[in-house]
Nanobody, 122 residues
Framework: QVQLVESGGGVVQAGGSLRLSCAAS????????MAWFRQAPGQESDFVAT????????VYADSVKGRFTISRDNAKNMVSLQMNSLKPDDTAVYYC???????????????WGQGTQVTVSS
C-alpha cells in the first residue's frame, strides 16, 4: 500500500520556525516530483512548493519564497519543508504529494498524504 505520511506540524508563534517531513512507503518515489500544498479553513488548497526528482528544480509560491525551503532525501524516501519566519497567514493543513513532474496544480499529483496542521499565533 502506497502511503505518504506527514509529520512536524504544531503551534508556533509568528516569526518562528517549523520543519515538516513526509515519509513515503509502499514504493520508491525517487523518480517522482514531490510537493507541498496547504489548505486554510474555508479555503481551497494552495500550492506551496515543489521539487524535481533529482532536486535540480524547485518552485515556490510567491507567498513563501525566501521563507520556506523544500528538500528531499531519495535514500530515505522523504521530502521536507523548512518553514522560517512564519506568519499567521501560514496557518493551514499542509499536505505532501507525489507526481510525475513538478507542477503548481493539484491535478499534477497522484499520491497524497493525510496532512499535518500548522498553526501560527500572532
Amino acid at each position: 500500500q502506497v502511503q505518504l505520511v506527514e509529520s512536524g506540524g504544531g503551534v508556533v508563534q509568528a516569526g518562528g520556525s517549523l520543519r515538516l517531513s513526509c515519509a513515503a512507503s509502499g514504493r520508491t518515489f525517487s523518480s517522482d516530483a514531490m510537493a507541498w500544498f496547504r489548505q486554510a479553513p474555508g479555503q481551497e488548497s494552495d500550492f506551496v512548493a515543489t521539487i524535481s526528482w533529482n532536486s535540480g528544480n524547485t518552485v515556490y509560491a510567491d507567498s513563501v519564497k525566501g521563507r520556506f525551503t523544500i528538500s528531499r532525501d531519495n535514500a530515505k524516501n522523504m521530502v521536507s519543508l523548512q518553514m522560517n519566519s512564519l506568519k499567521p497567514d501560514d496557518t493551514a493543513v499542509y499536505y505532501c504529494a507525489a507526481g510525475k513532474t513538478t507542477s503548481r496544480y493539484l491535478y499534477g499529483y497522484d499520491y497524497w498524504g493525510q496532512g499535518t496542521q500548522v498553526t501560527v499565533s500572532s
